[in-house]
């Protein structure tokens, strides 16, 4: 991680999203450019990058930008209380794919004898 400003480019870059989705979490209030550079760029400390990756890692989890928005007020605890929820969900999940993938399995050996 870089220790200077950096340039909406930069940041894109740095975090592997694009110009737009930087700017659909600047409408939902997420993150914010630290600054203007002088020719009207927004700039972006190492704080806004590391917000940007961690909204991501939420988005991965499930979460709507509408729910990670609201965490942001949240206590740690109800913070935790949530990812919690998340994580049970995430197993829950993991056991009817894990029924699913072997129930499609069973179909296509069923197909194949055919």
């Known amino acids: 991680m870089r220790n200077d400003l950096m340039t909406l480019k930069e940041v894109c870059k740095e975090t592997g999203v694009t110009r737009k989705i930087v700017q659909t979490y600047e409408n939902y209030g997420l993150v914010k450019a630290t ?3 002088k020719y009207g760029y927004l700039l972006y400390d190492d ?3 590391k917000k940007i990756k961690k ?3 939420y988005q991965r989890f499930g979460y709507r930008l509408s729910e990670i928005a609201k965490l942001e007020y949240m206590t740690v605890d109800e ?3 949530i990812l919690k ?3 049970n969900n995430m197993y829950d999940n993991q056991s009817e794919t894990a ?3 072997e129930m499609a399995e069973q179909l ?3 197909l ?3």
């Open 35 to 37: 600054t203007k550079n």
């Open 47 to 49: 704080a806004a990058v």
């Open 55 to 57: 909204i991501r890692l």
């Open 79 to 81: 913070q935790v209380m």
């Open 85 to 87: 929820e998340k994580i």
């Open 99 to 101: 029924e699913l993938i």
């Open 108 to 110: 296509l050996e069923n």
């Open 112 to 114: 194949r004898s055919y």
